[in-house]
């Protein structure tokens, strides 16, 4: 008889699971596997020159597209250009483009927003009067999903996009992101 319970419970408990990964893979907006995604983000982008003591705030508009790993790990590409410029001492200062490969880091749990983490490296050029430089550098930042509709979700993030020669760009975004 005991035989018989124990098969029982261990039969109802992994039905149990079989139906909770079955509803969370259906959660779209919160990475399904394999799932695909593509966002829109305007971000507000901080570019602060070490060597004269001064920063510019800049905006961009950026497109992404990504694929979930898992439901924990996604591969990203980013590609972006400036919006909006800043003047510093009468020199106009503006993000050019960038672009760069990130891997994200999902928090999945059941609330309707999901916490996550971004790392990979981003290549921007930007302008500072006649001046353009670019270069490539480590990128990291963390930031949120939030669901908004089936397969859709907003999204608010901070990322260190670049610190190298006495320049540091960061920015705080503010998107869309749509999962297929």
């Given amino acids: 008889m005991t035989i018989r319970k124990n098969v029982l419970i261990a039969s109802i ?3 149990g699971l079989a139906m909770a990964s079955t509803a969370s893979a259906a959660d779209m907006y919160k990475s399904g596997v394999g799932g ?5 983000n305007y971000t507000f ?7 004269i003591n001064k920063d ?4 961009t508009i950026s497109g992404k597209v990504g694929v979930m790993a898992n439901e924990y790990i996604g591969l990203e590409a980013r590609a972006g250009f400036g919006a909006t410029d800043d003047d510093i001492y009468g020199v106009d200062v503006e993000i050019d483009n960038f672009f760069g490969g990130y891997a994200t880091f999902n928090m999945v749990n059941e609330s309707p927003v999901t916490p996550y983490a971004v790392i990979g490296f981003t290549r921007a050029e930007l302008e500072a009067g006649t001046e353009s430089d670019d270069g490539s550098d480590f990128s990291y930042g963390a930031g949120i999903n939030f669901a908004m509709a089936q397969n859709v979700s907003g999204n608010l993030e901070y990322m260190r996009y670049y610190d190298d020669d006495d320049v540091t760009v960061d920015g705080i975004g503010l998107g ?3 999962n297929f």
Avoid at 36 to 40: F, P, V
């Fill in 36 to 40: 695909l995604y593509a966002g829109l």
């Fill in 45 to 51: 982008m901080n570019v602060d020159f070490d060597n």
């Fill in 56 to 59: 510019a705030d800049v905006g």
């Fill in 13 to 15: 408990a992994t039905a």
């Fill in 176 to 178: 869309v992101q749509f």
